[in-house]
């Protein structure tokens, strides 16, 4: 069984701080997605890191893949209140199309 | 409209009834899936289907049928609800176009079993 733990579960910062959500694993994946979810609906992609090393930026979000594709971070620099919500680490792994999800990251950034 | 729809949205229980939820997806995409969500879990895998007639298991299927006769359709059956039923139950579909393919959620079904 393939798993995906995510840090940290809780996470409560100010406006205009940065932040990194790891996500660690001791198994290989595919590729990693990252997703977000607000109250009341479901998750929704953000991005997919699929080579080890890369490197994606999304606005103020940055999204790493480790090199050997066992890890992953998302560094959010300068938070605004509009990114709060439940950020989700999933990774696809020897199963065609099966995703592992993290435990999930509750982000609430504060005026 | 094109998309995932889950119902009910909202459904209260009680611990040795039957509930089935529902999934619907317009995508005709092959791969579903149903999750349920608890705090300090994320989402865990009930089961999956890669096609109609074609389901598998995942992490946690103890308590969980489903059936799949149509691409658009993949119902979750609580055969004898049991309390640590009680969750936040999600849908999602996959296209069949390679790895790596994001999964497209609904927007969930609160099930509340007393």
């Known amino acids: 069984t393939q798993l995906l733990e995510q840090s940290p579960q809780f996470l409560s910062i100010q406006e205009g701080e940065n932040l990194t959500v790891y996500c660690n694993s001791s198994?290989?994946?595919?590729?990693l997605q990252w997703y977000r979810q607000e109250p009341g609906e479901g998750p929704v992609l953000l991005v997919t890191v699929v080579t080890g090393g890369e490197v994606k930026k999304l606005k103020r979000l940055t999204f790493q893949f480790g090199d050997a594709r066992k890890d992953s971070s998302l560094h959010i620099t300068a938070a605004q209140p509009g990114d709060t919500g439940l950020y989700l680490c999933?990774?696809?792994?020897?199963?065609?199309?099966?995703?592992?999800f993290g435990q999930g990251t509750i982000l609430t950034v504060h005026p | 409209d094109a998309g995932i729809t889950q119902s009910p949205r909202y459904k209260i229980t009680e611990t040795g009834r039957q509930v089935t939820l529902m999934c619907h997806q317009t995508w005709s995409h092959s791969y579903m899936f149903w999750y349920r969500q608890d705090l300090g879990h994320g989402l865990r895998l009930i089961y999956y289907s890669a096609a109609a007639d074609i389901t598998d298991k995942g992490e946690v299927p103890d308590g969980y049928v489903v059936s799949r006769s149509k691409t658009e359709n993949f119902p979750l059956t609580l055969e004898s609800a049991t309390r640590s039923q009680t969750s936040v139950y999600f849908c999602?579909?996959?296209?069949?176009?390679?790895?790596?393919?994001?999964?497209?959620f609904g927007d969930g079904t609160r099930l509340s079993i007393l």
């Open positions: 999602a579909s996959t296209p069949d176009e390679g790895r790596d393919q994001p999964q497209h």
């Open positions: 198994s290989v994946f595919s590729s």
């Open positions: 999933a990774g696809e792994g020897t199963s065609y199309g099966k995703l592992t």
